[in-house]
């Protein structure tokens, strides 16, 4: 089966072709961040025009390189929710318009679930030689065979706008235990990084920066929300605000923002990883899957292993250009789902 994935839920333009779920044939991506990083943060009515300017151009591209024509497609699948509206219409737009014209089943994709299904992908996305084509390595693949992931997991997915834990019995069977009370970890990032007047997005930046500070300098908040499955990190964002502010006061101490990086990233590390293995113990399930782009934080990656480890867990961790926003998770999503309903 070969699945058509579109990809436009925020400020990247995705598209992607897989077969059998896995499979990566051909995958592109245009990011703004660039264009955005000038407003210190994405816009959406100019996203959603940015959209409409790459969508068919990407398309052609990934078609192109994929060296298939659009009617070997099989499938069709979009990110139907959540994200920008504007964003989400075009690519919601140009499925229904290639379901119609090729008569193709469609499938709305959601976009936080598909984070964790970047985990399927065997990222067989490679340069083919003159004479083997995309979909020859695929079958290739095929016959060697492959493991896809045991289930039942619990399934955390951070970004810029999802915080989310999720308790995966099936396909079919996905229950969202916890999320964001108000900023998901991402939009903290962004936040603190403003702060500090370093640029957007904040997540990166954050990170660079607090290779050079003491994480156990500042002893920032731990909001692991006791009772609960939920986050809120606007309190530890809060208590960053009030530290400089004091600082700032106390003329006789000088700010360092290396230090002030490296421990508000390690509390929301460790407010991460604390809850998602406090609940996988309570559950009794014994693999974590993650997924979304602050999973692309080395430290939380590095932190994650180290914590599962300690109690025996399996951990699966995207390769970190597939924990960013990418249509081949939403094919592959779109896949799983069709597979289970035969």
């Not at 998901?184 to 660079?208: S, T």
Request: proline share 4%; aromatic share 8%.
């Amino acid at each position: 089966m070969i699945i058509l994935g579109i990809e436009t839920s925020c400020d990247e333009t995705a598209v992607a072709i897989v077969e059998d779920g896995k499979r990566i044939l051909a995958n592109g991506v245009s990011s703004q961040v660039k264009f955005h990083s000038k407003y210190g943060g994405v816009i959406p009515e100019l996203a959603s025009r940015k959209q409409i300017e790459l969508i068919n151009p990407i398309l052609e591209e990934v078609r192109r390189r994929a060296r298939i024509k659009w009617t070997r497609i099989d499938v069709l699948a979009v990110t139907s929710n959540p994200g920008l509206i504007g964003s989400l219409l075009v690519g919601i737009s140009t499925a229904k318009a290639f379901a119609y014209l090729f008569h193709l089943p469609l499938y709305e994709v959601d976009h936080v679930e598909a984070h964790l299904y970047a985990n399927f992908l065997d990222n067989l996305s490679r340069a083919s030689s003159a004479t083997t084509t995309p979909l020859e390595l695929g079958r290739r693949a095929r016959k060697q065979g492959g493991d896809t992931l045991e289930m039942p997991f619990i399934g955390l997915v951070v970004s810029g706008g999802h915080t989310s834990l999720f308790l995966v019995k099936g396909h079919k069977d996905i229950e969202l235990l916890g999320k964001t009370r108000d900023d998901a970890a991402g939009e903290a990032f962004d936040k603190v990084a403003k702060l500090l007047g370093l640029p957007y997005p904040g997540g990166p930046q954050i990170e660079k920066l607090a290779k050079r500070g003491n994480p156990d300098k500042i002893k920032f908040p731990r909001p692991y929300l006791h009772g609960s499955y939920d986050f809120s990190f606007s309190g530890l964002k809060t208590a960053v605000v009030y530290y400089i502010r004091d600082k700032i006061l106390d003329f006789r101490t000088r700010i360092n923002k290396a230090d002030i990086a490296a421990s508000f990233q390690e509390a929301v590390v460790q407010t991460l990883v604390y809850k998602t293995i406090k609940t996988a113990r309570e559950k009794a399930i014994n693999r974590i899957v993650l997924g979304g782009g602050v999973i692309a934080n080395k430290r939380l990656r590095s932190f994650f292993r180290s914590e599962a480890g300690k109690y025996g867990m399996k951990l699966s961790v995207p390769p970190i250009k597939f924990c960013l926003d990418n249509a081949a998770m939403v094919a592959a999503r779109a896949y799983y789902s069709k597979k289970v309903s035969g």
